[in-house]
C-alpha cells in the first residue's frame, strides 16, 4: 500500500514524468493538427528515459519515506537540499533532522 498523506508533487513520481514528457513537448514544432499532436506526444512520453523514471520513483520514495517518519513539509524542504542519496531516510536520520530543525 502507497503512502499519500496528502497531494504533494513529489510523492507521485507519476507528475515528475508527465512533467518531464511536457518539457520535451515544449520543444517540439508547433501544429494544429491533432493527429501530430498526439504522435508528438506519444513521443514525448517515450523520450523521457527509464532511468530517470527509476530516479523519479525514488525521489518520491525518498518523500514518503521522510512523511511516514513524521517530518513536515517545511521540515522536508531541508531534507531535500541535505540530503541527495537514492537511500530512504532512516530513523536515526528523521531524529537528528527532527532535533536540529526544532
Request: aromatic share 16%.
Amino acid at each position: 500500500c502507497d503512502f499519500y498523506p496528502k497531494y504533494y508533487c513529489e510523492l507521485n513520481f507519476i507528475e515528475m514524468y508527465w512533467g518531464a514528457a511536457k518539457y520535451k513537448y515544449r520543444n517540439t514544432s508547433r501544429t494544429s493538427n491533432i493527429d501530430e499532436m498526439e504522435a508528438n506526444v506519444k513521443h514525448c512520453l517515450d523520450a523521457v528515459s527509464h532511468l530517470h523514471i527509476v530516479w523519479f520513483a525514488n525521489w518520491a520514495a525518498r518523500f514518503i519515506s521522510a512523511y511516514a517518519g513524521g517530518l513536515t513539509g517545511t521540515q522536508l524542504g531541508y531534507v531535500k537540499t541535505r540530503y541527495k542519496g537514492h537511500r530512504m531516510l532512516s530513523p536515526t536520520a528523521i531524529k537528528e533532522i527532527l532535533a536540529s530543525i526544532t
